[in-house]
């Protein structure tokens, strides 16, 4: 069972300090991808006459977004005034009727739908608005290889973040949890698909565990829209009681860098964060809500793009395959979670080598938890004329 994790615990204040003296406080890590910035930069001069660098490392889309949502943002109209935090009535109700489309959930606009900053500012501040709700509480549960910013958010909360593991075939052990973090959490995350692995995770049996225990569960979902084994799904299927959902527009419409996103779900879990936030000033800009609207009201440009990184995977599996490295397809997401070989020391070596003799740039699974080291995430968001300059250096090796 994972015990309870007392080493990641903030220090509590020291009782010995003498007014004016200096006290070590939160120094923030390196940002995770800043540690690829040697191997980037050998790539990028060693290939700036023959195609450049081949940048897989971040899931960044490269493909444009809808011409029909730039020139909404454009035309809206909305640049002057202060944008509504919870999100305006369209924009709750586009959200809403995306997720009785595509999950066939009926959610209430108005008191189970808000918008977000994207998810990532929703991930990294959670965690510290739910600890002013439940001060008696110090605990964040979020998978063992999974998305930095879940861990990190207990961190800025100073909170314990406390790894769950994962069961073989995806999802989380939730029967390892320990009896006394389970006491101390605030809430827990999951993702599926999961971001690196592509896994899928029985959602049921979290909303479950979370009820039986009295610890929401969030749900980050912003890869459903890519699910390659069965349907997407939703933690919502399985009611509201007790659970949140997040969704995102920065991969199902091509549009990270206008930061749009929501959450939906439990009334009074979705309220409360929508008070504070407010209070916090947290704000998707009027133009872009104007966009998101669009965007969510079209499901024909997500269908494209489903088709893009399905052939992207499959095309970079095959290419991986024949330079050594052979990967399965996901379940669901895009990125390729590979297997380190025996004769690489770790996943930043595999990593220094695909950029060295390729000029692609890829992730170690290290990033992503300790659980990873064994493994590197490749996104498959660069164009195909791009990947296949890959398979021409890997090829020729």
């Known amino acids: 069972m994972s015990g309870p994790s007392d080493s990641s615990a903030m220090p509590s204040a ?15 890590p390196p ?29 960044t889309p490269y493909d444009a977004p809808p ?3 730039l020139a909404a943002m454009a035309a809206s109209n909305a640049e002057r005034g202060y944008p509504m935090s919870p999100g305006s009535s369209e924009y709750r109700r586009a959200a809403a009727e995306w997720i009785q489309r595509r999950f066939d959930v009926a959610v209430r606009p108005l008191g189970e739908v808000a918008a977000c900053v994207g998810t990532k500012e929703f991930v990294a501040t959670t965690a510290q608005f739910l600890r002013l709700r439940r001060p008696d509480r110090d605990t964040v549960l979020y998978p063992a290889v999974s998305y930095p910013t879940y861990a990190m958010g207990a961190t800025l909360a100073g909170a314990r973040a406390v790894a769950v593991p994962e069961l073989a075939g995806g999802g989380l052990d939730l029967e390892a949890i320990d009896p006394l973090d389970v006491a101390r959490t605030i809430l827990l995350w999951v993702n599926s698909p999961a971001n690196p692995t592509g896994n899928l995770s029985d959602l049921d049996a979290a909303a479950v565990w979370g009820r039986t225990h009295g ?14 084994d069965g349907p997407p799904r939703t933690i919502l299927e399985s009611g509201m009681e007790g ?61 494209v793009q489903r088709e893009r990184y399905r052939s992207r995977l499959a095309f970079m599996a095959e290419v991986l ?63 195909m004329e791009r990947l296949e300059l890959v398979a021409e250096r890997l090829d020729a090796r």
């Not at 020291?14 to 923030?28: I, K, L, M, T």
């Not at 930043?348 to 990873?372: F, M, T």
């Open 321 to 383: 395959g024949r330079a050594g490295l052979p990967v399965e397809l996901p379940a669901g997401g895009f990125y390729l979670w590979v297997p380190v070989p025996d004769d690489y020391v770790d996943g930043w070596a595999l990593c220094e080598r695909l950029a060295d003799d390729a000029g692609l740039l890829v992730s170690p699974g290290e990033l992503y938890g300790e659980g990873g080291s064994g493994h590197i995430r490749v996104a498959v968001v660069q164009p």
């Open 215 to 228: 610890v929401p569960v969030f749900s980050d979902e912003c890869y459903a829209e890519f699910t390659w």
């Open 14 to 28: 020291r009782q010995d300090v003498s007014p004016g003296e200096a006290v070590a406080g939160f120094a923030p």
């Open 31 to 59: 940002y995770p991808y800043e540690r690829l910035n040697g191997a980037k930069a050998r790539a990028t001069e060693r290939f700036a006459a023959s195609g450049g660098l081949v940048d897989c490392s971040i899931g």
């Open 243 to 303: 659970v949140v959902a997040v969704h995102s527009l920065s991969k199902r419409s091509n549009l990270a860098g206008v930061r749009a996103g929501f959450y939906a779900g439990d009334s009074e879990l979705v309220n409360y964060l929508l008070d504070v936030r407010r209070h916090a000033g947290l704000m998707v800009p009027g133009p872009v809500q104007a966009g998101a609207v669009v965007a969510l009201d079209d499901d024909a440009h997500v269908e």
């Open 67 to 69: 011409d029909e949502v």
